[in-house]
């Protein structure tokens, strides 16, 4: 059967295509035979199949998100607990399901189930659902018979997971808000204050001051080119954003600069170890090997300077190197956690020092969060705050310097 994959190479870089195979075991081993990390697994007759417009149009609004899948850990390993078989517990989870997303996939999990296959298989089959560290757990959970344990267990983790992103992600949001609205209220003063303005002085023709030059300078050429600029601005913004978040390279670039930026980059680092952290742990507790383990870590780091130093450590151990002597070679990853890596695989405790390198990053994370917005929005605030503020000072000014003209014109 053909089945779509996305994977990534030794050295980064995205690769995609389609395997004839039997099982997405066969194909899972065919990719790492080929020194290639996988990231998601789909079959090809399942792959657009049953989705809605809105879902293949806008997959990141409309499809399913780590909330989805949280929601349906917490329920599905509430109700096997009390009892529930296995396909009853699964048919009311699709039956309340809000994501369309997750309704499909839980209802083809249905069929599969019902038609005999082993749950783990039913869900390899929907990554772009459960990721792979999700995958990677259900097969143990079902042989051990602990499935509510196992599930338990990762729904722990992925709430850990959503709330230090979350955390990590308002890091990014607050100075992004704060100047928005900086520029909306600047636009509006252009838009609706400046030119009635322009029109009030110039019937004067008086010497304005230089603020107010600059500022009447600015809102005639503003609206002479207001189609040029729009154009330029949104066509511009849409080529960075689509280089950015669309291409290998853009997304080298902007990573590398999120890593680098003060205050942010630890913030996005912190978070980025965190992940990978909790979820190796989670994996090696499993029983699962720590090669094995790293690479369902490794496909699902979502920034790509991380994830290219991973993949590069991941053909090292395949080579023979030891875990912590290969990631001491590349600085992105943090010193920190290398050497207590290494110091874990020494002494057979390489899952219990994962679980302090979690508290430890998820703690820096809140740490880091909270500095960056005690330093970021008196900036941004300081940024918002002058720019209305020479647009005021500008308008005042302008409006004092006719002020005399006003008197004479009413004494004659």
């Not at 002494?347 to 960056?372: C, I, K, P, W």
Request: proline share 4%; charged share 20%.
């Amino acid at each position: 059967m053909p089945i779509d994959y996305v994977a990534f190479n030794a050295v980064g870089a995205r690769v995609a295509g389609v395997l004839e195979v039997e099982s997405e075991q066969e194909a899972e081993q065919r990719l790492w035979d080929d020194g290639l990390i996988v990231s998601q697994l789909q079959h090809r007759a399942a792959t657009g199949k049953g989705l809605s417009f809105s879902q293949r149009l806008l997959p990141k609004v409309f499809g399913s998100k780590m909330s989805d899948t949280i929601m349906f850990t917490r329920q599905f390993e509430t109700l096997l607990r009390a009892g529930v078989p296995i396909h009853m517990a699964l048919r009311q989870l699709r039956d309340e399901s809000r994501n369309l997303a997750m309704r499909q996939a839980i209802n083809a999990i249905v069929v599969d189930v019902e038609a005999g296959e082993r749950f783990s298989r039913a869900v390899a089959k929907h990554p772009g659902v459960f990721p792979s560290y999700y995958v990677r757990m259900m097969p143990i959970a079902e042989e051990s018979g602990e499935l509510p344990r196992v599930l338990q267990d990762l729904l722990r983790t992925m709430e850990r997971q959503q709330k230090v992103n979350a955390q990590a992600k308002s890091a990014l949001l607050t100075p992004a808000i704060s100047l928005a609205i900086g520029v909306v209220a600047a636009l509006i003063l252009f838009v609706f204050v400046l030119p009635r303005l322009v029109e009030l002085l110039g019937e004067f023709g008086t010497e304005l001051p230089r603020a107010t030059r600059i500022l009447v300078a600015v809102a005639t050429f503003s609206q002479s080119w207001a189609l040029a600029i729009s154009v330029g601005v949104i066509g511009g913004a849409t080529a960075l954003i689509t280089y950015f978040s669309a291409t290998v390279r853009g997304k080298r670039i902007w990573h590398s600069v999120l890593l680098r930026t003060p205050v942010i980059g630890p913030v996005v680092r912190a978070s980025a170890m965190f992940d990978v952290c909790s979820m190796f742990a989670l994996l090696l507790d499993a029983g699962i090997a720590p090669v094995l383990g790293l690479r369902a870590v490794t496909g699902t780091i979502t920034n790509v300077r991380i994830r290219e130093a991973f993949i590069r450590v991941d053909v090292e151990i395949t080579e023979g190197q030891r875990l912590g002597a290969a990631l001491k070679r590349y600085p992105v990853i943090p010193a920190l956690f290398s050497e207590t890596v290494a110091n874990g695989e020494q002494a057979g405790a390489l899952s219990r020092n994962l679980h302090a390198l979690s508290d430890f990053y998820e703690q820096e994370t809140e740490r880091g969060v909270e500095v960056g917005i005690s330093l970021i929005e008196p900036l941004a605030f300081l940024i918002v705050g002058s720019l209305i503020g020479f647009v005021a000072v500008a308008i005042i000014s302008g409006i004092y310097s006719v002020i005399p003209e006003i008197s004479s014109s009413a004494r004659r």
